[in-house]
């Protein structure tokens, strides 16, 4: 089993969108008896939480169910999970030092973006429905992408 965790800051806006996106596309490709996959925040604002309402409603606008509370990254989850994927730099740097140093098995999500390789995914906290929109098609590219990734490293 392929373990996934996507990481923000407080788990309720970019990584459970993310986490839900990333779950429809497992169920598509019928991998679900290979992937898992989570999602956690570097801060514990949102601790046992559900999703901002934002981040459902644009979830709901594109038929990708989403269920989740918030949980914090913790070091043991480089144990638990064979990539952790962060949504910003700040974030990455967050788990670096959780983690006590770099990590083979951490990356950036927009890694994975084919149309901007590298970049953070923008936290919409602080905008309106735009944001989370924008947000939710550059998770949807970049997990597309990292789905194949995933199938061609691991022979899916």
Known sequence: MIKILFVCLGNICRSPLAEAIFKQKIRENGLESKILCDSAGTANYHVGESPDPRTIEVANNHNVPIQHFGQQFKKHH????????????????????????ESNTLFLMREFDPQAKGEDVPDPWYGGMNGFENVFQILDRSTDEFLHFLKEKHNL
């Open 78 to 101: 480089e144990n638990e999970f064979d990539y952790l994927i962060a949504m910003d730099y700040s974030n990455k740097s967050n788990m670096i030092r959780e983690l006590g140093g």
